[in-house]
């Protein structure tokens, strides 16, 4: 079974400081991992995603994110945080080999203080 | 990206009624659909899972029998909230997915449904 643990509800981070969200996996197989972010009321837009390759993925917005199978981690970056990046952002997984559904984590508050 | 679009965007009926949400897929042909529903603040659950042609399979604790999904086409999946209640208001999102296995899932812009 597939599942995504996002383990903090908020994080509030300055604007200007670089701000981390984190992700973990669970798959059977290997993972297909993306980073969504949704603003109130407004369905999903896409940021980034591993398929396979390099470990550091580039996204949209300035976010990045690296793979780390030890950890079984995929955490989202970024270097200076703007106030507009406030909003829910979340994780997801599937495995790429089985065909299923991407499976979502709880989400993750961003805020960021000016 | 592919887009996908949902129609409408946000619908109010009252109790005892139903609901039918489109979702469709604008230029490409999706083989899977999936509908999703999402509380306010919360997680994405994925409710089903549908191929073109077939019948849809649901996720364990959703009632087929009130939430009608219907595949006829490859561009095409509709969602039917049958007698509706309040505690079926909710945000739901469609996602379509073309063929091959490592093929992207594609969302939609969502659809809110508040039932009184």
Same mark, same amino acid.
């Given at each position: 079974?597939?599942?995504?643990?996002?383990?903090? +509800?908020?994080?509030?981070?300055?604007?200007?400081?670089?701000?981390?969200?984190?992700?973990?996996?669970?798959?059977?197989?290997?993972?297909?991992?993306?980073?969504?972010?949704?603003?109130?009321?407004?369905?999903?837009?896409?940021?980034?995603?591993?398929?396979?390759? +390099?470990?550091?993925?580039?996204?949209?917005?300035?976010?990045?994110?690296?793979?780390?199978?030890?950890?079984?981690?995929?955490?989202?970056?970024?270097?200076?945080?703007?106030?507009? +990046?406030?909003?829910?952002?979340?994780?997801?997984?599937? +495995?790429?080999?089985?065909?299923?559904?991407?499976?979502?984590?709880?989400?993750?508050?961003?805020?960021?203080?000016? | 990206?592919?887009?996908?679009?949902?129609?409408?965007?946000?619908?109010?009926?009252?109790?005892?009624?139903?609901?039918?949400?489109?979702?469709?897929?604008?230029?490409?042909?999706?083989?899977?659909?999936?509908?999703?529903?999402?509380?306010?603040?919360?997680?994405?659950?994925?409710?089903?899972?549908?191929?073109?042609?077939?019948?849809?399979?649901?996720?364990?604790?959703?009632?087929?029998?009130?939430?009608?999904?219907?595949?006829?086409?490859?561009?095409?999946?509709?969602?039917?909230?049958?007698?509706?209640?309040?505690?079926?208001?909710?945000?739901?999102?469609?996602?379509?997915?073309?063929?091959?296995?490592?093929?992207?899932?594609?969302?939609?812009?969502?659809?809110?449904?508040?039932?009184?």
């Amino acid at each position: 079974a597939q599942s995504v643990a996002q383990p903090e +509800d908020q994080v509030n981070v300055a604007e200007g400081n670089p701000l981390t969200v984190k992700c973990t996996y669970s798959v059977s197989g290997n993972p297909y991992l993306f980073w969504y972010v949704q603003y109130p009321n407004r369905g999903l837009q896409f940021l980034l995603k591993y398929i396979t390759g +390099d470990n550091l993925v580039k996204g949209s917005y300035g976010f990045e994110a690296e793979f780390n199978k030890s950890q079984t981690s995929f955490h989202l970056k970024k270097p200076s945080a703007l106030v507009s +990046d406030s909003a829910l952002y979340f994780c997801a997984v599937r +495995d790429y080999q089985a065909g299923t559904a991407l499976i979502f984590g709880k989400g993750t508050t961003l805020s960021v203080s000016s | 990206g592919a887009v996908v679009s949902q129609h409408p965007s946000w619908v109010i009926c009252k109790s005892g009624t139903s609901v039918k949400i489109e979702c469709r897929s604008l230029d490409f042909q999706a083989t899977t659909m999936f509908w999703y529903r999402q509380f306010p603040k919360q997680s994405l659950m994925l409710m089903a899972t549908s191929n073109e042609g077939s019948k849809a399979t649901y996720e364990q604790g959703v009632e087929k029998d009130k939430f009608l999904i219907n595949h006829a086409s490859l561009t095409l999946s509709t969602l039917t909230v049958t007698s509706a209640h309040p505690e079926d208001s909710s945000f739901y999102i469609c996602s379509a997915r073309g063929g091959g296995a490592y093929n992207e899932q594609f969302f939609g812009p969502g659809t809110r449904l508040t039932v009184l």
